[in-house]
């Protein structure tokens, strides 16, 4: 018989004046200024003080796919990723670890974009 998760309800602290729709219009505009949905949680928790959006039963990334903004945080990290070893290789161009690991990255980004075309078929 499988384990049952217990639902644990996350209950809205009374020092929070936020209302739901001020934190997502909170949402739309960081997304407006770059930031993917990863940055945008920790701005709320840093700078506007909301310690999770879950609070308010919303999800940061569901509400950018309703908006059609959402960006997959893994393709990104790898696209930064990848431009920073191209620029160290191409400055360093006798350094073995880094053509191996421009190689790696490649793979690894092409690998993700052909997953996530896969799936949104």
């Known amino acids: 018989m499988p384990k ?10 009374v020092w929070l004046k936020y209302t739901k729709e001020e934190v997502e219009a ?5 997304v407006e200024k770059g930031l993917t949905a990863e940055k945008i949680g920790l701005v709320l928790r840093d700078q506007y003080g909301i310690p999770k959006a ?4 919303i999800k940061i990334g569901k509400i950018l796919k309703q908006k059609n903004k959402y960006q997959e945080p893994t393709n990104i990290n790898l ?3 990848l431009q920073k070893v191209i620029d160290h ?21 092409k690998k993700r974009e052909d997953y996530q075309k896969k799936k949104k078929k």
């Open 4 to 13: 049952q998760k217990k639902q644990i309800k996350i209950e809205k602290p």
């Open 89 to 109: 290789y191409k400055k360093n161009k006798q350094d073995k670890t880094a053509e191996r690991s421009l190689i790696i990255t490649k793979a690894k980004l």
């Open 79 to 81: 696209k930064t990723k």
């Open 26 to 30: 909170i949402i739309l505009k960081l």
């Open 54 to 57: 879950k609070i308010y039963n």
